[in-house]
Structure formats: structure tokens, C-alpha cells
């Protein structure tokens, strides 16, 4: 499976993570309930990115072979990525009805989705792995 199959899966989620966290520090640093919001509403389509790649996107139907384990990671992380969408969407809610739990749920999941972010970087990094041990051995077999 070539390299370019994996990045759209998974840079796209990576930097809705790091734009979602952001808006959300940005607005709790300056009160501002709208940059809050955005960051929270970023945060759940971030989620429903992950599920659209996990889904329609043909990721589930690629072969799988013992030796890629980017793709294995990257689908698991895309499903912890829908569910932190999950979490995302009720703490939008707990936010949006000022319910009392807000502060604790939004502190859990931005604390999930740092860790889904840092997901993200180990399936980057195993795919550069993959092609580089991929273009040593074809250099092998030149020879």
C-alpha cells in the first residue's frame, strides 16, 4: 500500500486536533465563548473526519498484510478519534447549557484527544518506516 493512501487519513485529523485545542485554550485563556465554540465544534467534525476515513473512505477494504501495521494503527486511531468526536459533542453541550460537569469533561477530553494526537504522529512515523525499509530491500534486489 503506497504512502499517499495514508497521509489525507492522517494529517487531516492530526491538525483538526491541534486547531480544535487551540481555539479551546485561546478561549478559555481570553473568555470568549464563540473561539470556545468553534474549538469544540472543530473537535467533533475532526471526529466525523475520522469516521467518513474509517468508513467510506476504503480503508477497512485495503488488504492487510502482517507487515503493515501503519494501516492497523491507523484505523484504530480513527476509531478513538470518532469516539473523542463523541465526547467532543457532549462537552459542546455541557458548554453550550452551562451545565455544571463542563469544566471536568472538557479537561477529559482534551486530555483523550492530546493522546489521539500523539496517535497520529506513531502512525506517521511507522509509515516513514515502512517506506524506507521497503526502498532498502528493493535496493537488495536490484543488486
Not at 487519513?9 to 473568555?31: A, C
Not at 474549538?39 to 476504503?58: E, K, Q, R
Not at 457532549?90 to 447549557?97: E, K, M, R, T
Not at 504522529?121 to 517506506?131: E, P, T
Amino acid at each position: 500500500m503506497p504512502n499517499s493512501e495514508l497521509y489525507l487519513p492522517t494529517v487531516v485529523p492530526q491538525w483538526g486536533i491541534f486547531l480544535g485545542i487551540v481555539l479551546l485554550t485561546i478561549g478559555f485563556v481570553d473568555k470568549n465563548r464563540r473561539l470556545t465554540l468553534i474549538g469544540w465544534i472543530t473537535l467533533v467534525c475532526t471526529g466525523l473526519a475520522a469516521l467518513y476515513f474509517n468508513l467510506l473512505s476504503g480503508l477497512s477494504q485495503l488488504e492487510i498484510t502482517s507487515a503493515d501495521t501503519a494501516l492497523k494503527l491507523l484505523i484504530s486511531t480513527g476509531w478513538q478519534s470518532a469516539a473523542g468526536g463523541v465526547l467532543a459533542l457532549s462537552a459542546l453541550l455541557f458548554f453550550y447549557f452551562e451545565k455544571k460537569r463542563y469544566t471536568l469533561l472538557s479537561f477529559l477530553t482534551i486530555s483523550y484527544f492530546i493522546l489521539i494526537f500523539f496517535l497520529y504522529v506513531q502512525v506517521s512515523d511507522s509509515a516513514g518506516k515502512r517506506i524506507k525499509n521497503e526502498s532498502k530491500t528493493e535496493q537488495k534486489q536490484a543488486k
